[in-house]
Nanobody, 125 residues
């Protein structure tokens, strides 16, 4: 199982970016997949997730209405569309996956067994 995140970069506040996470070695639709982020000096925090069964989506409050998680099952890709970006969104973004997560643990980083390498998003003011 491998995850490869990409799409980060430097963007001005109010701008948009789309992150991608390429999954290999497994069928992404059979796994719960998520995005986490880690700002400098801070812990890794939950951003968004898509549950394996039914594809229900979940977001942390600070990104609701601005970020959208989606999945292309045919291409085995996970996306995070980020709009109306703010300087406080600056962080390294990681994609994660696991097959055995229960819904109550979907926001817990320790629940995920597979992680991508991270992609840096910098939002300037």
């Amino acid at each position: 199982v491998q995850l490869q995140a990409s799409g980060g970069g430097l963007v001005q506040a109010g701008g948009s970016l789309r992150l991608s996470c390429a999954a290999s070695g497994f069928t992404a639709s059979s796994y719960t997949m998520a995005w986490f982020r880690q700002a400098p000096g801070k812990e890794r925090d939950f951003v968004a997730a898509m549950f394996r069964s039914g594809g229900n989506t979940y977001y942390t409050n600070s990104v609701k209405g601005r970020f959208t998680i989606s999945r292309d099952n045919a291409k085995n890709l996970l996306y995070l569309q980020m709009d109306s970006l703010k300087p406080e969104d600056t962080a390294v973004y990681y994609c994660a996956a696991d097959r055995s997560i229960i819904l109550s643990q979907i926001r817990v980083s320790g629940s995920y067994g597979y992680w991508g390498q991270g992609t840096l998003v910098t939002v300037s003011s």
